[in-house]
């Protein structure tokens, strides 16, 4: 479903990924893990071909993304949802013309049609009836799941999905780790998790990539995740700090140039 090779990004002169190799399988939950700053974010927004590698492939669904036009990108794109770290629903809209929204934007349904499928949709993440409400009338988990169903409302065949039980309790992210599971058996989608919460993701993975600082330090299963030997995987695992070396000559440099920013400024 997804292929990357030797992926490597920059944010200006900031290289943020270095080299990074992983595949996402047909029906499979990939999880992708790693600290604050290793990269999460910037590798999804390339998985969803929202940014250009500095150089490596990915191949989506078997296209090349950096070779594909504004008008096959476009329809590679609605193969895909998205449920976003926070839901994103608009709150002018009520949660059955959110889910409706991509709908309208990409299909030329008629508007009985559109409101079945959002009903559908909605009765698949457990908010049957709740179409008519709006956003500021939902708890945070019912936005989250109001979320996933405008992801799915197309039937893609990548779902992915971005820290999908931040700021949830451990209840009501559970319940969501089980919403995931059971999108990915109604409805055959490979679904990609970025997410930092380490229950859920043993909960939900079939396979594990761990990132830190931009490269991949491991990808495999659960079991072959908790029995890893590298000590920096153990470290992230049981949430211990490391220390990094400091180079004296390289922390003057970033004190001066700060000291000489400054001034500028003054």
């Known amino acids: 479903?997804?292929?990357?090779?030797?992926?490597?990004?920059?944010?200006?002169?900031?290289?943020?990924?270095?080299?990074?190799?992983?595949?996402?399988?047909?029906?499979?939950?990939?999880?992708?893990?790693?600290?604050?700053?290793?990269?999460?974010?910037?590798?999804?927004?390339?998985?969803?071909?929202?940014?250009?590698?500095?150089?490596?492939?990915?191949?989506?669904?078997?296209?090349?993304?950096?070779?594909?036009?504004?008008?096959?990108?476009?329809?590679?794109?609605?193969?895909?949802?998205?449920?976003?770290?926070?839901?994103?629903?608009?709150?002018?809209?009520?949660?059955?013309?959110?889910?409706?929204?991509?709908?309208?934007?990409?299909?030329?349904?008629?508007?009985?049609?559109?409101e079945i499928m959002a009903r559908l949709k909605l009765e698949v993440?457990?908010?049957?009836?709740?179409?008519?409400?709006?956003?500021?009338?939902?708890?945070?988990?019912?936005?989250?799941?109001?979320?996933?169903?405008?992801?799915?409302?197309?039937?893609p065949r990548i779902l992915f999905c971005d820290e999908p039980s931040a700021g949830l309790d451990p209840v009501v992210s559970s319940a969501l780790d089980d919403l995931i599971l059971k999108l990915r058996d109604a409805m055959d989608m490979a679904i990609v998790v970025v997410t930092h919460e380490l229950e859920s993701a043993f909960k939900i993975a079939d396979r594990i990539a761990v990132l830190d600082h931009g490269e991949i330090l491991f990808t495999g299963t659960v079991a072959e995740l908790r029995g890893h030997p590298s000590e920096r995987i153990q470290n992230l695992l049981n949430r211990r700090m490391e220390d990094e070396p400091i180079d004296p000559d390289e922390y003057l440099r970033r004190l001066m140039g700060e000291q000489k920013d400054r001034g500028a400024a003054a």
């Open 1 to 114: 479903m997804i292929e990357v090779k030797n992926l490597v990004a920059h944010y200006g002169s900031r290289l943020i990924l270095k080299g990074v190799s992983l595949s996402v399988r047909e029906g499979e939950i990939l999880v992708i893990m790693g600290g604050s700053g290793s990269g999460k974010s910037t590798l999804l927004r390339h998985l969803m071909a929202l940014e250009t590698p500095t150089s490596g492939t990915i191949r989506v669904l078997g296209q090349d993304v950096a070779r594909l036009g504004m008008r096959q990108l476009l329809a590679l794109r609605r193969k895909m949802g998205v449920a976003f770290q926070g839901g994103a629903l608009f709150s002018s809209m009520t949660v059955g013309d959110n889910i409706m929204l991509p709908l309208r934007e990409h299909t030329s349904l008629d508007q009985k049609t559109m």
């Open 125 to 155: 993440v457990g908010l049957a009836g709740f179409e008519d409400l709006m956003p500021a009338e939902l708890s945070g988990g019912m936005i989250k799941r109001a979320a996933f169903a405008r992801a799915v409302v197309m039937d």
